[in-house]
């Protein structure tokens, strides 16, 4: 089992950037798949990104790519989601998701998830 903490969500203008961490412990990161989701108030989960063990195949939505890049430091047993050119409807609760099996855009495929981190981006 994994215990998965996000942090550096927070509040920021449009067209700024945030880094989001997620740290693991309980298991070496390189056993899972990680991924990327987010939630915003009344509407469902969404995938954002995803990265396979080795760091070599990334996954993102199509509303991210290009703005957005996930990366992980197995030696620090962390993934990471960097946030650029920010805009108001990528507020969100963030979560970050571990997968045993095999990479995929369903939130069902993750076997465990982080609390979330608030991320507000203002016009």
């Known amino acids: 089992q994994v215990q998965l903490v996000e942090s550096g969500g927070g509040l920021v203008q449009a067209g700024g950037s945030l880094r989001l961490s997620c740290a693991a412990s309980?298991?070496?990161?390189?056993?899972?798949?990680m991924g990327w989701f987010r939630q915003a108030p009344g509407k469902e989960r969404e995938f954002v990104a995803a990265i396979s063990r080795n760091g070599g195949i990334m996954n993102y939505a199509g509303s991210v790519k290009g703005r957005f890049t996930i990366s992980r430091d197995n030696a620090k047993n962390t993934v990471y989601l960097q946030m650029n050119d920010l805009k108001p409807e990528d507020t969100a609760v963030y979560y970050c998701?571990?997968?045993?099996?095999?990479?995929?855009?369903?939130?069902?495929?993750?076997?465990?998830w982080g609390q979330g981190s608030q991320v507000t981006v203002s016009p």
């Open positions: 309980g298991r070496t990161l390189i056993t899972y798949i």
């Open positions: 998701a571990a997968d045993r099996d095999k990479m995929t855009m369903a939130a069902a495929g993750y076997d465990y």
